[in-house]
T-cell receptor
């Protein structure tokens, strides 16, 4: 089954404790991206990766890092989480960046993070 | 910085009624406007999309209408069903980069 898999789905942590949210897709997609979803703000892009060689910041990259060492995986790293990073996070992928213009963006089921 | 303005934030409709969600965009690189549907506990999924070489696209009970001169597009859900209860996001491709700008979302509740 074609899918984007995120782990963990739920996490409660404390300020400053490093954490990683994993993302893996099995569709051989080049493009991957992370979003956060907050009430009233919709989906905001954190980071994206055009392919394994190109990664760039989205609209809200502060406090986050990413890594794209292989095509299928795109982990999101919070080096020192803070309460304002409490949110619902989505990983998404697309065949290539250009297919964003056709709306073919596939999302994972989300990771709800709470930072105390 | 949100480049797509979506309204209303939420709406309640009776079963069989019509749900209407509106979006307005600023400049966009490409003329392709998707709508995503998100059920509770799930990720968004592509519902329907329109290219503005047509002013309207219909798929089942879902219709997108597009007004290029006004830079607006809308989603109509006809004969709304309880299973349509979800959050709906409009999106538009941004200028100069490979990103989609999403609206803030509309939570639709269909009462039986």
């Amino acid at each position: 089954e074609a899918q984007v898999t995120q782990n963990p789905r739920y996490l409660i942590t404390v300020t400053g404790k490093k954490l990683t949210v994993t993302c893996s897709q099995n569709m051989n997609h080049e493009y991957m991206s992370w979003y956060r979803q907050d009430p009233g703000l919709g989906l905001r892009q954190i980071y994206y990766s055009m392919n394994v060689e190109v990664t760039d910041k989205g609209d809200v990259p502060e406090g986050y890092k990413v890594s794209r060492k292989e095509k299928r995986n795109f982990p999101l790293i919070l080096e020192s989480p803070s309460p304002n990073q409490t949110s619902l996070y989505f990983c998404a992928s697309s065949l290539i960046a250009q297919t964003l213009n056709t709306g073919e963006l596939f999302f994972g089921e989300g990771s709800r993070l709470t930072v105390l | 910085q949100q480049q797509v303005k979506q309204s209303p934030q939420s709406l309640i409709v009776q079963k069989g009624g019509i749900s209407i969600i509106n979006c307005a965009y600023e400049n966009t690189a490409f003329d392709y406007f998707p709508w995503y549907q998100q059920f509770p506990g799930k990720g968004p999924a592509l519902l329907i999309a329109i290219r503005p070489d047509v002013s309207e696209k219909k798929e089942g009970r879902f219709t997108i209408s597009f007004n290029k001169s006004a830079k607006q597009f809308s989603l109509h859900i006809m004969d709304s069903q309880p299973g349509d209860s979800a959050t709906y996001f409009c999106a538009a491709p941004r200028l100069n980069d490979y990103k989609l700008s999403f609206g803030a979302g509309t939570t639709v509740t269909v009462r039986a």
